[in-house]
């Protein structure tokens, strides 16, 4: 039986007769993270970086799903993994399946084999669990133990992307949030307060079309209002205060709440179109207006709950209310700081009501 030195040496005497040059073999052994074949390997940190890529979240296409890199976190391994005796756990890589031959898999006498990788440029693995230990190692040849799982989908790195990090410090919540809006087989019915918030987020007439941010990559100079929690928790809290979906189902009520939003940026257009200047689209005002439409849709009784109705019923006293960082609202947060937000909003309409029937 041939060593795996002499096997490897007839592979590079192969590829040069057929010209294919060879980036990098990558010797390993092969064996089970529970239910998946892995690739089991150590590498230099420099070469690892260079065959991968994190597939970082673009929120203006929703491809990818990784969290934006963040280069403190990043530097800060770099720092500590050139300590004495510093160490870490594998990195966690992919090479999905491809049709142009970029890498294969060569199995030798069990356990061992080997990842070959074609010489054309091209990042074959993922970072599914990585992206901030590689990130500024480009210079570093230190040997790192790696997994590679072999071939997963985009679909299945997140789920695993998922289980890691789910728990993780410093990882968005609304980036988990979107994961799991991509991964349920049934929004609608299972988590209708995110289906109702990826309406707003997607729907080209919603005053929210891509103003949400998901925790991922967004392009430059876009405004991104409210985070995906944010909108989602306060949807939450709608449902529960109105039991509607016990009456309409959540296509109907998404198209109830961007009604609702519609009617708050047009009649508070100029606050709006200051988000950074006000509190209409932060935690606080978001919320106080989430619960605000609640009170609305309870009192509605048997009327059309539409956007005429937001309308008409928003344009009494919404307009009155100081929504500025330096207004009545300044300084609130947290569920208390909400709960005094609403109660500002109701103050003010219960004071428009006695007016009216004075």
Sequence with gaps: MQSCS?????????????????????????????????????????????????????????RGYQRRFNAAHSLDFRKYIQQEKSSTIPLTLNARERTDGAWRLERDRAPYARIIIADDGTRVFTQVDCQHRLGHLNDLALELPFMCF????????????????????????????????????DLARDRPELFIAIHLKNDSQSPWFNQVSLGGKATSGLTRRASLRTLQTSIKRFLTQTKILQKHPPEVVARMVLDFWGAVALLLRDAWSNPRKTLLCKGVGVYALMGLAADLVNEAGNATVDKLYFRNKLADFVQEIDWSNAGPMSGFGGEKGATAALNVLRTSRGKLKVISNG
Excluded: W
């Design 150 to 185: 072999l071939g997963l989908t985009e679909r299945e790195e997140m789920e695993v992307f998922n289980v890691i990090n789910s728990k993780a410090m410093g990882l968005s919540t609304s980036l988990l949030d979107f994961h799991d809006s991509r991964l349920a087989n």
């Design 6 to 62: 002499d096997s490897l040496q007839l592979l590079l005497q192969k590829a040069a007769e057929h010209e294919v040059l060879l980036v990098m073999v990558l010797e390993g052994i092969l064996g089970k993270s529970a239910g998946r074949e892995v690739f089991l390997g150590f590498a230099p940190a420099n070469l690892l970086l260079s065959l991968s890529f994190a597939d970082v979240l673009d929120e203006d296409t929703g």
